[in-house]
C-alpha cells in the first residue's frame, strides 16, 4: 500500500483538531428539484461516484518511521494519506430526515468532527420540508483539503462539465542523483532565506500578539457548538462601489464584513469605540492550473478591520490601504505568514506541540475572513441545477466567528460559523451583511 506523508500544514491541521474544534472545512449546496424522487436519486449518486473518485478513498495515518516531503526531512511522529483498504460510500454519505432550515441543520452537523481512522470527509443530503429544494453539506478535513482540493473532490461527485481543453505544461527536466553544482549558490541563499524569513514572521506575530483591540464578542471559551448561516449579494452591487471608490473585489467585501460587524456590535450594545480586530485572510500559494493538487499551500495577511470608523466609505479606505500594504510586502512576509513557519517544525514537534498552537490562535488573530474558489459555470447534481453555496471555514479555539466568501453565477455568497453559545444571534449578523452592502450602494449610487 503506497502513502503520501503530510506535507507540514497539513500535519499541523491534523493535530491541532481536538473534540471540541474539528478542523474540517464545509460547503452547502442548495439544489433545485423538479422531481418527486430527486432528493433520493442525489444520494445515490453521490454515493456511486464517490467510490470512482480516488481522493475520496485516502484516509490519514499516524506513521512513526522517517519521512521526506518536498526533499525535506520531516523526522519521526508524521502522517501520511493512504488508500483505505475497507472503503463503503455509505459510511461517508448521508440521508436525512425533511428539514425546515438547511442552516440550522448544518450548524448541528459542522459541530461533529470527522472520524479520524476511516477517510475524512462526509456529504449530508438534506431534503428541503416545502419540497422545493434540497441541500448537501459537504465535509472535508483540512488536512485531506485546502480550498481548491475540496472544490476538486467534490466536482467528482457532481454532474460532469465539459470544460474546454488545455494545453499540458512542459515537464520539468528530470534532477540526476546528484545536484547541479551550478545550483548550489543558490540553494545556499535559498536556505538563509527561508531561514531569514522565519525570523521576520516570528517577529511580526510577537508583536502582532501585543497589540490586539478586539472586542469580547469575538472571544469565546470552547463549547463545541457550531450554528451557520449565510448571506448572498449581488456581484453587480459589489462592482457598483468598487468603480466609484476603486480597489478590488475583495476589498469591498473585507469592507461590508467591517461594516457588518460594527452594526452587529452597536445591536448588541456593545461599544465599537476603539474596536479593530485583527483578521487573518488566508492567501494560497498553489500554482495557477496545479494538476491533482495536494497539500494545503498557504499564507495570509493580517489585517486590522476598522470596525471603529463609522463612516462606511472611509472604512472601505481604510481595508483598501491596508491590503495594499499586504500586497507591496508580499504574503510570504509579516505576521500574516505564519502559516509557512509549519515547513520549519519536525514532525514530532507538530505531534506534541498540536494543542499548544491551536490554543494560541487567539494571540495571534480575531477573526479569519478566507475567499474560497468556484467555477464560473453551472453546477449540477443528477439534473438538478446548484443554485447556493455556502462555503464554511473551521473556528480557531478561542474565537467565536469565521467568515467565508465565494462567487458563484454572478453572486456572492457569505458564509458565516460561530460558536453557537457565544453567537446566538448570527442571524443578526447575517441581515446585518446585507444592510452594509445596501449602505455602500446608498453612498456611491449617482
Not at 59 to 66: A, F, G, K, S, V
Not at 395 to 421: C, E, F, M, P
Not at 434 to 442: D, K, N, P, R
Request: aromatic share 4%; glycine share 10%.
Amino acid at each position: 500500500m503506497t502513502s503520501d506523508p503530510l506535507a507540514p500544514l497539513d500535519l499541523a491541521f491534523w493535530n491541532i483538531e481536538s473534540a471540541d474544534h474539528p478542523m474540517h472545512l464545509g460547503a452547502l449546496g442548495v439544489f433545485a428539484v423538479p422531481a418527486p424522487t430527486a432528493v433520493e436519486d442525489a444520494a445515490d449518486l453521490l454515493a456511486s461516484r464517490a467510490a470512482a473518485v480516488p481522493g475520496l478513498r485516502m484516509r490519514i495515518r499516524d506513521q512513526w518511521r522517517p519521512a521526506r516531503v518536498l526533499s525535506r526531512p520531516l523526522g519521526f511522529g508524521g502522517a501520511a494519506r493512504e488508500t483505505a483498504p475497507c472503503f463503503d460510500p455509505l459510511d461517508h454519505v448521508r440521508l436525512h430526515a425533511p428539514v425546515a432550515d438547511f442552516h440550522a441543520a448544518s450548524g448541528r452537523l459542522m459541530q461533529r468532527p470527522l472520524e479520524r481512522n476511516r477517510p475524512p470527509w462526509e456529504a449530508h443530503v438534506l431534503p428541503g420540508a416545502d419540497g422545493d429544494s434540497f441541500a448537501v453539506l459537504f465535509k472535508f478535513h483540512h488536512a485531506l483539503a485546502d480550498g481548491l482540493r475540496a472544490l476538486t473532490l467534490a466536482a467528482g461527485l457532481l454532474d460532469p462539465v465539459d470544460l474546454p481543453e488545455r494545453r499540458p505544461r512542459p515537464a520539468a527536466p528530470p534532477h540526476g542523483l546528484l545536484p547541479d553544482v551550478r545550483r548550489l549558490p543558490g540553494a545556499l541563499r535559498g536556505a538563509l532565506s527561508d531561514v531569514g524569513r522565519a525570523l521576520d514572521i516570528g517577529a511580526s506575530v510577537a508583536r502582532t500578539s501585543l497589540v490586539s483591540r478586539s472586542t469580547p464578542a469575538l472571544v469565546a471559551e470552547p463549547t463545541g457548538t457550531r450554528r451557520t448561516a449565510g448571506v448572498v449579494v449581488d456581484i453587480d452591487d459589489v462592482h457598483l462601489v468598487r468603480k466609484a471608490v476603486g480597489g478590488t473585489v475583495n476589498d469591498v467585501l473585507i469592507a461590508v464584513v467591517a461594516g457588518a460587524l460594527r452594526r452587529w456590535l452597536e445591536e448588541r450594545g456593545d461599544s465599537t469605540k476603539g474596536v479593530a480586530p485583527r483578521a487573518l485572510i488566508p492567501v494560497s500559494r498553489r500554482r495557477p492550473r496545479t494538476a491533482n493538487p495536494q497539500g494545503n499551500r498557504l499564507s495570509g495577511y493580517l489585517m486590522e478591520l476598522p470596525v471603529d470608523v463609522a463612516d462606511p466609505l472611509r472604512r472601505l479606505a481604510a481595508v483598501r490601504t491596508a491590503m495594499d500594504r499586504n500586497k507591496d510586502a508580499g504574503p510570504n512576509r509579516g505576521a500574516g505568514a505564519v502559516a509557512l513557519l509549519a515547513d520549519h517544525v519536525p514532525a514530532l514537534g507538530h505531534r506534541l506541540g498540536g494543542p499548544l498552537v491551536s490554543g494560541a490562535a487567539r494571540l495571534w488573530f480575531d477573526i479569519l475572513v478566507t475567499s474560497v474558489p468556484l467555477p464560473g459555470f453551472g453546477l449540477r447534481l443528477g439534473g438538478h441545477p446548484l443554485t447556493e453555496v455556502y462555503p464554511f471555514a473551521p473556528l480557531a479555539r478561542g474565537q467565536s466567528l469565521a467568515v467565508a466568501v465565494s462567487t458563484y453565477r454572478g453572486r456572492v455568497h457569505y458564509g458565516l460559523v460561530a460558536d453557537a453559545r457565544a453567537v446566538p444571534d448570527l442571524g443578526r449578523l447575517a441581515r446585518a451583511l446585507s444592510e452594509e452592502v445596501e449602505t455602500l450602494i446608498t453612498v456611491c449610487g449617482p
